[in-house]
């Protein structure tokens, strides 16, 4: 694991959004893997112009989303499928015969799981997630407590995630259960950014990168993972240990 500290979300986003390109121009038939919330907002904004601007392609990449909220239509503006579509999928030009996102209004939840693990061994594997952390230290919906050896799954969410996540949405909704990537996918995937920003990711961070990694903290298992790079302001970087 690496850490970068930078003096601000500028930065931090324009260093992140340069990571991702990199995967794309050494490989541009990656398997990319983005989380939604506030953290990588900037970062994909820089990556959509920076993209354009050095003309990188991303016709031939496929992408896939870390999680999705169970029992909220699609149409609804806070789901990753709204949000991943207008910050990437849209200004990239990445078609939908490119993308797998879970539908958390599917029937059969299990199928999707089995879906999503079946389109990324496809592929051999994740290139390059990208992920926040909660103030649980969850990734994704890996929830405190979670095994470390599930693969994609559905996942109640943590009282603390419930009330977060009503801030993604300009309705009120319902959010109970989420379905995700598993643990096991997120650190084994060949390129891990790990992003966050402000004061409130201060006490989270200090436990998952000098903590003991324990299932509680199940964003704490990063510090095992050789090629993952937390990219972090001041502000967040603020309660780690000289
Ligand atoms: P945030 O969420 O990026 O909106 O802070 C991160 C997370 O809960 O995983």
Known sequence: MTIRVFEDTEQLASAA????????????YSLLCFATGNSPVRTYQLLTENAFRENIDFTRCR????????????TNSGTCYHLLREQLFIPLGIKESQIL???????????E????????????????????IGTNGHIGFNEPGVDMNLQAHVQDLHESTVKAGAHYFSQPTVISRGITLGMTQVLGARKLLLLANGKSKAAILRASLQGIPTRKVPASFIQQADHAMVLIDKEAASELYQ
């Open 63 to 74: 992408c896939i989303g870390l999680d999705e909220w169970v029992q909220v239509p699609r």
């Open 17 to 28: 959004a340069e990571a991702i390109l990199d995967t794309v121009k050494a490989n541009p």
């Open 113 to 132: 799981c089995s879906k999503m693990n079946s389109f990324i061994q496809a592929q051999s594997g994740v290139d390059c997630i990208v992920v926040g």
């Open 101 to 111: 996102l879970f539908d958390g209004m599917a029937q059969d939840l299990e199928q």
